[in-house]
């Protein structure tokens, strides 16, 4: 076949859109975070967190399958809304330009699987999972021109 059919050519890319995307995603997902993290902590109590240190607040958080749920089920839908604003600012090629705002995600978890986690199988999915909610913020962009035009 072509090659060209398999290319993506660079014009179809919004590096504006991919880069403001990414950073929406991250942003937006650390923001939604806090408090879910000050819920699980307050929860928790003073006999979880007897010296009150970072790292016993770090454990309470590691253990907690609140915090893991919640956290995971905010993550996927700040991903989704990093998908959106990409291929919103692109204005073209929205599927694209949305999947490709995971890229900041998708290095993180990378970088998570590099060094160890105690989570392997999560980060699994979470790498699986990062772009297709984000192609799926752009989707539901191009949707939305598909309507209005």
Not at 89 to 100: F, M, P, Q, R, S
């Amino acid at each position: 076949m072509n090659e060209a059919v398999y290319r993506v050519q660079m014009k179809q890319v919004s590096f504006k859109g991919v880069a403001i995307g990414n950073v929406v995603d991250i942003v937006s997902s650390n923001l939604v975070a806090i408090p879910v993290m000050i819920l699980v902590l307050a929860s928790a109590g003073e006999t979880s967190l007897p010296d009150h240190g970072a790292g016993s607040a770090a454990e309470v958080l590691k253990a907690s399958s609140v915090f893991l749920a919640a956290s995971t089920v905010l993550g996927g839908l700040c991903s989704v809304l990093g998908g959106y604003v990409s291929a919103r600012i692109a204005k073209h090629d929205e599927v694209l330009n949305g999947t490709l705002a995971s890229i900041l995600c998708v290095g993180l978890g990378v970088y998570a699987l590099v060094n160890g986690t105690s989570r392997f199988w999560l980060h699994v999915l979470y790498l699986l999972l990062s772009p297709a909610l984000a192609a799926l913020g752009g989707y539901l962009r191009s949707r939305q021109t598909a309507r209005a035009g």
